[in-house]
């Protein structure tokens, strides 16, 4: 083929790119014919042209980093040499190896001269890739994702092993929101981390389809009821879009119940049965290699490799156990409910910079487990303030018991508060009382004694925030011997405010038991 055939081709089809040594090194890559463009590949990169967001979930070792991470953008700037992209991971590092597997091809494509500026020292960082042409690859750690997108246009942002982002809302508010605003395309790619983890939530559920149009629900999902027939491009929604509208599906390292006959395809036992599997990669994963990564761990095997996430082990809390309590016809809202009850656990803090206060309301129905109902989250509000706020909650729910930190400054607020009229409750932090709130907290949370409201984004907001602290709990012992439990995570501000809440529950629910008798 000529020059111009090469290039031409490429640019319609990604598999003639990807596998080009003029435009991607082969030799970079450990298989003997280079670079390998499976069908489950293609399905990523056909989502990321027809979507503007964008999650993948895959096992490791699938081409997860060098496909929609790698090559794809060197074959959106191939095809579009103004695009700027934006390459965030975890950490620096992480982001600075992808980039550096992106120079690598750039600096060995005979067909990618065009890109490379006469100085590349002056245009060429650790961070940073800048073309002649005008576009332009940057990558940047999570925590410094507000900085790399404000102030500057986004046209894809790739977000590599998004699992391992800890704090979801800096994703949500720094890249999604900023990239979204300016018509961009994200992707996030990952191996599963737990089942609340940033993969997780943004695949979670299924957006109705809608009309692109008019954002009218469609009849037999295609029809709308002001536009008529409608293609796939103009509508919203449907298969494998989440309520958030990322186009998403997980990959295991091989696909289950095929039939025997397929090619490649073995036997493969369960303690429940037989069932025949197909390798998704047999270039990298053959039925050898697949046994004997399951033998060597199950539980790595099924995390890494089946992207089914599990418990962490050695937490005091299990992320399950937490995640059966999300009530996703629930949410949170201030209004009072005819015949339910109201507790408040209340968390003081008064730091502009360190803890914060967290305020959690309990509704307990006559005819149904107790759910939360409403919590808030706030930093920098003088004790004053604190206590206007826990008297505006009551006049809105009539409160039967506000339970609250009495330590500290928190004494003067209980004392005001109960010249106020309202019903308080004072609740000590020495440690046999904290440990006896924390294991009160677990065994409600084992025994799903409770529901979490789980609609809407303020309540996913916030429940992550209280299930990112839960998995920080383990189990300690003081130099005394005796057992403590202690919370890696930076906060546990939600925690304490859940603990101290549901321990006024549990000794109302006993007063009324010993009534009834």
């Not at 957006?207 to 008019?214: G, H, Q, S």
């Not at 996703?328 to 502009?352: L, V």
Request: hydrophobic share 35%; with cysteine; proline share 3%.
């Amino acid at each position: 083929m000529s020059v111009m055939d090469d290039v031409l081709a490429a640019k319609y089809d990604f598999e003639e790119f990807a596998t080009n040594d003029k435009f991607i090194d082969q030799g970079y890559y450990d298989s003997e014919d280079g670079v390998v463009v499976k069908d489950y590949h293609m399905e990523w990169v056909n989502a990321l042209e027809d979507n503007q967001k964008v999650a993948i979930t895959a096992f490791t070792g699938s081409g997860k980093t060098s496909i929609p991470g790698v090559l794809y953008p060197l074959w959106r700037i191939f095809r579009d040499p103004s695009t700027n992209i934006l390459i965030i991971s975890a950490t620096l590092s992480q982001a600075t190896r992808i980039l550096n597997e992106i120079k690598h091809h750039i600096e060995h494509a005979d067909y990618l001269e065009e890109l490379k500026p006469e100085d590349r020292q002056a245009s060429w960082s650790k961070s940073k890739v800048e073309f002649t042409t005008g576009g332009e690859i940057k990558c940047k750690p999570i925590g410094n994702g507000a900085k790399a997108v404000k102030g500057s246009h986004v046209d894809l942002a790739i977000c590599d092993e998004a699992a391992e982002f800890d704090d979801q809302e800096k994703f949500h508010r720094n890249v999604r929101t900023r990239v979204e605003s300016q018509s961009g395309d994200i992707c996030l790619i990952s191996t599963p981390v737990h089942e609340n983890d940033l993969m997780a939530n943004v695949s979670d559920g299924e957006m109705e389809p809608k009309c692109k149009l008019c954002r009218r629900k469609l009849e037999n999902g295609v029809e709308c009821p002001e536009h008529g027939e409608l293609e796939d491009r103009e509508i919203d929604g449907g298969e494998n879009i989440s309520e958030m509208g990322f186009w998403n599906k997980s990959y295991g390292v091989y696909e289950e119940d095929v039939s025997p006959d397929d090619e490649n395809s073995f036997p493969l036992t369960t303690s429940d049965e037989t069932k025949y599997v197909r390798p998704l990669f047999p270039e990298n994963f053959d039925r050898q290699k697949i046994m004997k990564l399951r033998e060597e761990n199950m539980t790595m095997f099924q995390k890494e490799y089946l992207c089914e996430p599990l418990a962490v082990e050695g937490d005091l809390f299990d992320p399950n156990d937490i995640i059966e309590l999300y009530d996703k016809d629930e949410e949170f809202e201030q209004r009072r409910r005819d015949g339910c009850d109201y507790y408040m656990g209340a968390d003081f803090a008064i730091s502009h910079q360190g803890d914060y206060s967290v305020f959690t309301v309990v509704e307990v129905p006559p005819d149904n487990k107790p759910v939360v109902r409403w919590m808030e989250r706030i930093r920098g509000m003088g004790i004053d303030a604190q206590e206007d706020r826990i008297k505006d909650l009551h006049s809105v729910f009539n409160f039967t018991d506000i339970v609250l930190d009495e330590t500290n400054f928190g004494s003067t607020a209980k004392k005001n508060l109960k010249q106020a009229g309202l019903p308080i409750t004072g609740q000590d932090f020495k440690m046999k009382a904290r440990n006896n709130l924390i294991v009160g907290l677990k065994s409600k949370i084992e025994s799903e004694e409770f529901r979490i409201a789980r609609g809407g984004e303020r309540s996913k907001r916030l429940t992550d925030k209280f299930y990112n602290e839960l998995l920080g709990f383990g189990t300690t012992e003081t130099q005394s011997g005796s057992v403590s439990y202690k919370s890696t995570a930076k906060h546990d501000d939600t925690v304490m405010s859940m603990a101290m809440v549901m321990s006024s529950v549990e000794e109302k629910k006993d007063v009324v038991a010993t009534l009834a008798f």
